[in-house]
């Protein structure tokens, strides 16, 4: 399938390290957030979610960072793997009363084995 | 496979062609959006329904694009007179009502206007 990272920010770590990908939103409003993993060629596939009364949230191997001060979400993804290997994206719901999510550029992760 | 599902995945057509796409929500959403996504960018916001209405339109939806969701499940998104900037991947995805509601998304539509 084609590459859906052209032009992304890209994030190289070897197996079995940690990564950090960081997404920066625009929207002081914003009080609920989500980081979807999309694939090539691939719909985005929701990893892990957090609300602004919260500032860290833990999945499976992932967590997520909140700082409303600096408008700064983080996702951590332990001992990462080969089949971590997408492209990340953070979303934000603004609140306009109806749920639809803005997206951010993305980031590519690559992990080597 | 019980998720979002999108039909047909790939298309490709001439200019000045109408398609049609077609999306089926997870059982029981009733919350359903349609997105654009072009390469190397995130999905950008089209239209969404809450059952059969449709509540928001994003000005990226000219008047050759209009969706629909007769019955409240299935939803289908029609552009008239497609353009070589159609070209992208059309995206759906289905929540259940609630604020901050999760999005979940199917595989999408694959549309190039030659």
């Known amino acids: 399938g084609e590459s859906v990272g052209l032009h992304l920010p890209t994030l190289s770590v070897q197996e079995g390290d940690n990564s950090i990908i960081n997404c920066a939103y625009s929207?002081?409003?914003?009080?609920?957030f989500i980081w979807y993993k999309q694939e090539s060629g691939k719909g985005p596939q929701f990893i892990i979610d957090?609300?602004?009364?919260?500032d860290k949230r833990q999945g499976q191997r992932v967590t997520v960072l909140l700082n409303k001060t600096v408008k700064h979400l983080s996702l951590q993804i332990a001992a990462t793997q080969p089949g971590d290997s997408a492209v990340y994206f953070c979303?934000?719901?603004?609140?306009?009363?109806?749920?639809?999510?803005?997206f951010g550029k993305g980031t590519m992760l690559l992990v080597s084995p | 496979d019980t998720g979002v599902s999108q039909d047909p995945r790939h298309k490709i057509t001439k200019r000045g062609q109408n398609v049609t796409f077609r999306c089926d929500p997870i059982?029981?959403?009733?919350?359903l959006y349609w997105y654009r996504q072009t390469l190397g960018q995130g999905p950008e916001f089209l239209t969404y329904?809450?059952?059969?209405?449709?509540?928001?339109k994003s000005r990226l939806l000219s008047d050759r694009f209009s969706a629909e969701r007769p019955k409240g499940s299935f939803s289908t998104l029609e552009i008239q007179r497609t353009e070589q900037g159609d070209s992208a991947m059309y995206l759906c995805?289905?929540?259940?009502?609630?604020?901050?509601?999760?999005?979940?998304f199917g595989p999408g539509t694959r549309l190039t206007v030659l």
């Open positions: 995805a289905s929540s259940l009502p609630a604020g901050g509601d999760t999005q979940y």
């Open positions: 929207n002081s409003a914003s009080d609920y």
């Open positions: 957090i609300r602004s009364n919260m």
């Open positions: 979303a934000e719901n603004i609140r306009s009363g109806y749920s639809t999510l803005t």
């Open positions: 059982s029981e959403h009733n919350r």
């Open positions: 329904f809450q059952n059969e209405a449709q509540l928001e």
